[in-house]
């Protein structure tokens, strides 16, 4: 089935077609990391398209979720650390969404735990977030996602990867600070970043979980618009009425800054990394994928600069 969705974007109508096939109606759909930020959008984004009955939201912790359990989602126990806890949990799913995990250093054996427990259990097909252009990326953070991308593969599981670009949200936590020193600090040099909204790519994942026709897909999802950093640090210091200028640092001396702030080590040597490597472009695609994906342009990154600033 074809979808057409028209949208007006600066006085221009723009038309976005999406081939789409709904899956079984009554799928049972799960979503790992169900109480983190991406996890939670994707429920709600599920919520407007299946009912509360099939979504299953696999977390540590099921008294967090209350909320969700009081709405008819099903919640249940599902903890990385206790892999005993896995294949039942993923009892009757038939579509999993594997949001990576935030353990860095000890994802791949955690997706890996996740994956045979998914072939285990049954589920048909398997949806992951991983990183853009994961085999080519020069970012320490794609080599994690490499491998579980391989895994996947080779359980012969259906699957569709979903190569997310970067959360304008990552930057965004630094504009009140910014603000009131009137300086935004990085490694990124010029280099453009194709940064998205979280709730984009919680879209995306929810429009992949609920339709049908992506199976053993990769897709390379990043925002319409890049930025660079001084641009970025630019519309902070106009959104707040007050002059932000962006002062780039090499990759050491960010590293040690973030440091002096407070952010644990290996923290702050994997945002810097991150930063230096958007300098060469790692963070930079212009496919327009995933707003074709999710059938409207993705978010601004100048709202969600807004709304971080004023919210």
């Known amino acids: 089935m074809l979808t057409f ?140 996602h490499r491998e579980t991308e391989a895994a996947i593969v080779a359980s012969g599981l259906a699957h569709t990867i979903l190569r997310n670009g970067w959360y304008t949200e990552n930057y965004t936590a630094s504009a009140a600070p910014a603000v009131q020193h009137g300086a935004m600090a990085g490694s990124a040099g010029n280099g453009r970043i194709s940064g998205a909204s979280r709730a984009d790519y919680a879209a995306a994942a929810a429009t992949v979980l609920a339709e049908d026709g992506t199976a053993n897909r990769v897709i390379e999802l990043a925002g319409d618009d890049a930025f660079t950093l001084d641009q970025f640090a630019a519309a902070i210091g106009e959104i707040a009425g007050k002059p932000v200028v962006y002062q780039d640092m090499p990759e050491a001396d960010y590293r040690q800054m973030l440091e002096g702030v407070g952010l644990p080590a290996p923290v702050a040597a994997m945002l810097a990394e991150s930063d230096a490597k958007a300098a060469q472009g790692s963070l930079y695609d212009d496919g327009r994928a995933l707003s074709r994906l999710i059938g409207r342009p993705t978010t601004p990154w100048q709202d969600t600069l807004r709304a971080a600033l004023q919210g």
């Open 5 to 144: 969705v028209c949208v007006l974007t600066n006085g221009k109508i723009e038309a976005y077609v999406r081939r789409t096939t709904t899956t079984a109606e009554n799928d049972m759909y799960a979503i790992t990391g169900a109480s983190g930020q991406l996890g939670q959008l994707v429920i709600e984004d599920l919520l407007t398209r299946v009912a509360p009955a099939g979504i299953v939201a696999l977390v540590r912790d099921p008294a967090g979720l209350s909320r969700l359990a009081d709405r008819g989602v099903v919640v249940r126990p599902f903890d990385y650390d206790r892999p005993e806890t896995l294949a039942p949990a993923l009892a009757g799913v038939d579509r999993l969404l594997l949001i990576s995990s935030s353990a860095v250093g000890q994802r791949v054996s955690q997706h890996r735990a996740v994956i045979e427990a998914a072939k285990a259990a049954g589920v048909g097909h398997i949806v992951y977030t991983s990183i853009l252009r994961a085999p080519d990326s020069p970012m320490e953070l794609a080599g994690e």
